[in-house]
C-alpha cells in the first residue's frame, strides 16, 4: 500500500477508538491515540498529568521562571503547537492511524491523508460506555455527554469548525449500523479504493 495517514474523529463512545486499532493491525500500520500525550510530554518535558489536563481543557496555566521571575502561561496552546509538530513529523514519517487530535485539521491539503468519522445514536453510546466503563446508565450517560461536550469545545477551539461537519470529511459511518469489527473493514475498503486514486 502507498504511503497512507488515516484521521479518525469520533463521537465518545462510538468505537473510534477500537475501530482505529482494528483499522491500523489490518492495514499494518502505526497507531497512535493517548500515546500522542506521552510524545508531547517528551517534547515540552512537562508532566504527563499536566499534558492530559491541556489536552482536554483550553484554559490550563503553568507556571515557568525566567530573567524576570515567575511567569504563567496556557499549557494548553503550548500542547495544541506542540501536537500540531507531532502529527505533522509522524504523517511524513510513516502511514498510521491517528485517532482524534484535530488530525483532518492538521493535516488538510495533505493528499495521502484520509478523513473519516465515525458517531452513532446517543443510547448506542451509552450502552457501550456502560460496559466499557462498567457505569450506571444514568451515570454513563452524564459521562458521554460531558465528555463530547468537552471533545467539541476543543475542536471548535482549535479549528473554529464542528467535529462532525462533512464538509472536512472524506467518509462519515455510523458504526450502530454494522458493529465495530465490520465498520473497521468498511474502512479499510474505503482507504485501500481511495489510495487506487490518489
Given at each position: 500500500m502507498k504511503h497512507i495517514v488515516v484521521n479518525i474523529g469520533c463521537e465518545y463512545g462510538s468505537g473510534g477508538p477500537?475501530?482505529?486499532?482494528m483499522v491500523a493491525s489490518d492495514l499494518g500500520i502505526e497507531y497512535y491515540d493517548r500515546d500522542l500525550v506521552d510524545k508531547v510530554g517528551e517534547a515540552l518535558d512537562v508532566d504527563r498529568t499536566l499534558?492530559?489536563?491541556a489536552d482536554n481543557d483550553t484554559n490550563?496555566?503553568?507556571s515557568f521562571d525566567t530573567s524576570l521571575g515567575p511567569r504563567t502561561g496556557n499549557l494548553t496552546n503550548k500542547v495544541i503547537y506542540t501536537q500540531f509538530d507531532v502529527?505533522?513529523?509522524m504523517a511524513q514519517s510513516r502511514s498510521c492511524v491517528i485517532i482524534g487530535r484535530c488530525g483532518?485539521?492538521?493535516l488538510e491539503g495533505v493528499t495521502d491523508s484520509i478523513n473519516v468519522f465515525v458517531y452513532a445514536p446517543e443510547e448506542v453510546r451509552v450502552r457501550a460506555v456502560m460496559n466499557e466503563e462498567h457505569l450506571s446508565e444514568r451515570k454513563a450517560q452524564e459521562v458521554t455527554r460531558s465528555r463530547d461536550r468537552q471533545l467539541h469545545e476543543r475542536y471548535k477551539y482549535?479549528?473554529?469548525t464542528n467535529r462532525g461537519d462533512r464538509a472536512y470529511r472524506d467518509l462519515m459511518v455510523d458504526s450502530s449500523v454494522l458493529g465495530?469489527?465490520?465498520?473497521?473493514?468498511l474502512i479499510e475498503a474505503f482507504v485501500e479504493m481511495a489510495t487506487e486514486t490518489r
Open positions: 477500537e475501530i482505529g486499532k499534558v492530559e489536563q490550563v496555566r503553568f502529527i505533522r513529523k483532518n485539521y492538521i482549535i479549528t473554529g465495530w469489527a465490520r465498520t473497521a473493514r
